[in-house]
């Protein structure tokens, strides 16, 4: 349930008040105070999202303060037009994330980059510079108390549905883990249910049915206690769905019966199309062809209303494969082969617009991302073990002047004593001397020591700077001239002048020739090569086996070999 803290407090003053006694009303609060009130004053709708861009409209500088920059990004986040495509909006977001980490709002900064990752996944659908988006705000927020920080469960959910989309469950399932933790400082009933809910989604995409059915029997508890009735459906749907998957017809049909019907009540098209599908697949099961094929058919009717194209194409692809499955089991070949194709065809699309390529760049830019920041404290913790060295070396000194001083005084003194105690004062005078050689002589052993660590620093971090080309040269991607230059060059300076050898040893090798030869060098296996250069194995494979006759070489070995001396 929503905080509704502020308009318990002030039931008269959000819509009768200027706005300029709203905007005082914030004035001093917490990120959190303020949240609670836009997101009480967001749940009147219409009212309320008039309200708050009411007050954004009064600060005619976004960025004055903490409260004007959270002003407007309230605006945008109760706005019905919120994921509408604007320039300007995203020149705002980008202009928000800068100025709240300039100032250390880290809050902000998370909530900014947040919003950021949303709007570029939806409107401007780059799905590589979102997933970046999501993951720099994770590295603010992560640690983020939630009763602090109240989006802390929707940011999280936001990341995992990401990798969800991209059907990576296993990341999906860490952030959705994460967010489920949180407890009771969820924002609301709805999101907690849904981000509870996707979980099981993700282990019954991965055929952990009984974790699956664990999740969603736990989640129908939660929608029970509270009665969310539209939940309590979409969840014994699901539940529906994995008894199919476990082959108990019996237990499934009612379940899922109940959830096509919510979906043409609502109307939730791609519910109501894929619990039909399910339906028709126990009917195939039990060999009623023509109950199955009405089944399917209807499916079809439902997954046509689907707004979302993906979704859509997900769904047309299982109506292909069944209604394949129902003409092969009735004899009619042709119609079978036909859907069999249309099928393939809907998965082509499926896989073009998953983006594996979208995925592994921006996996490539977060890894980075997490390296820099490793690299980062490695050095923070070498700066401040050097600090401590230098310290003890400089206390030891001031310890050691202190002493001879002390040394000194006491001669002096001892001078005014009787002739008889000069000799003695001599042995102590000399010995006072020996140990100032002594501590001059450490003073030089360490300076020497410090000399030697800095050395080792040194190369230490040109291992680490040739260990990081290395990394960039093995996750490059080749699909393009500009991608194949930058790889070139981050080459050259790990093995100089490589090309220049190569063309001297075979002056007629062809550019795609030299790619294969410098990946080769790399000794990254026939896989990895494929995915950087866009082809298959078996192509990288036949390109090997055609340098080899250009080059006279028998075997791998001697390619290898061949590889060493370039």
């Not at 004053?41 to 708050?52: M, P, T």
């Not at 006072?432 to 002594?438: G, I, P």
């Amino acid at each position: 349930m929503r905080n509704s803290f502020f308009l318990l407090l002030f039931p008269s003053f959000i819509f009768s008040c200027d706005n300029d006694r709203g905007s005082h009303l914030l004035a001093g609060k917490s990120y959190a105070e303020r949240f609670a009130f836009f997101d009480s004053v967001g749940a009147i709708k219409e009212k309320g999202y008039a309200f708050i861009d009411s007050l954004d409209r009064l600060n005619s500088d976004k960025f004055k303060d903490k409260l004007t920059l959270q002003t407007a990004l309230a605006t945008i986040r109760y706005s019905v037009n919120r994921y509408d495509m604007s320039s300007s909006k995203e020149a705002f977001f980008m202009a928000a994330v800068e100025k709240a980490k300039d100032k250390k709002w880290n809050k902000l900064y998370a909530e900014a980059l947040e919003q950021l990752g949303s709007y570029t996944w939806v409107t401007l659908g780059d799905k590589n510079k979102a997933l970046q988006y999501y993951h720099r705000a994770y590295l603010v927020y992560h640690s983020f108390d939630p009763r602090e920080f109240p989006i802390k469960f929707l940011c999280l959910s936001e990341y995992a549905g990401a990798y969800y989309s991209f059907e990576q469950y296993d990341k999906a399932i860490a952030f959705l883990s994460e967010a489920i933790q949180l407890g009771d400082y969820k924002p609301d009933r709805g999101s907690f249910i849904s981000g509870w809910n996707t979980l099981g989604l993700c282990y019954r995409a991965k055929g952990e049915y009984e974790k699956a059915l664990e999740i969603f029997n736990d989640v129908l508890a939660y929608t029970e206690k509270y009665n969310e009735d539209t939940w309590r459906t979409i969840v014994r749907g699901n539940i529906g769905t994995v008894y199919h998957f476990l082959n108990k017809p019996e237990r499934a049909s009612p379940l899922l019966e109940e959830e096509v019907i919510r979906g043409i009540t609502e109307p939730d098209w791609k519910a109501a199309s894929s619990a039909q599908l399910y339906l028709a697949e126990i009917e195939l099961n039990a060999g009623n062809l023509s109950l199955a094929a009405g089944s399917i058919h209807k499916a079809r009717d439902y997954s046509i209303k689907v707004k979302l194209e993906r979704t859509n194409s997900k769904v047309l692809k299982r109506i292909f494969d069944d209604l394949a499955l129902v003409y092969r089991m009735s004899g009619d070949y042709r119609l079978s082969l036909l859907y069999t194709d249309s099928a393939r065809i809907v998965n082509d699309s499926i896989q073009k617009k998953l983006g594996a390529n979208i995925l592994l760049n921006a996996q490539n830019q977060i890894d980075l991302a997490n390296f820099n920041e490793e690299k980062k404290t490695t050095e923070r913790i070498n700066n401040y073990v050097r600090n401590m060295l230098i310290g003890g070396i400089v206390l030891l000194g001031i310890t050691s002047l202190l002493f001879i001083r002390r040394q000194q005084i006491k001669h002096s003194q001892r001078q005014k004593q009787v002739q008889a105690e000069k000799k003695k004062m001599e042995n102590e005078l000399k010995a006072a001397t020996q140990e100032l050689h002594h501590f001059a002589r450490s003073l030089e052993e360490k300076n020497a020591i410090i000399e030697k660590i800095q050395l080792l620093q040194t190369t230490k971090q040109q291992d680490e700077e040739k260990y990081e080309l290395l990394s960039k040269l093995e996750k490059s991607v080749l699909l393009t001239d500009e991608q194949w230059n930058e790889f070139t060059s981050l080459f050259e300076k790990v093995y100089g002048n490589f090309f220049l050898r190569l063309k001297d040893k075979v002056p007629a090798i062809s550019p795609a020739e030299i790619r294969i030869i410098a990946l080769g060098k790399l000794k990254l296996s026939n896989k990895t090569m494929a995915g950087m250069l866009g082809i298959t194995p078996d192509a990288v494979r036949m390109n090997k086996f055609r340098i080899r006759k250009k080059l006279n070489l028998e075997e791998e070995a001697e390619f290898e070999k061949f590889l060493q001396s370039v």
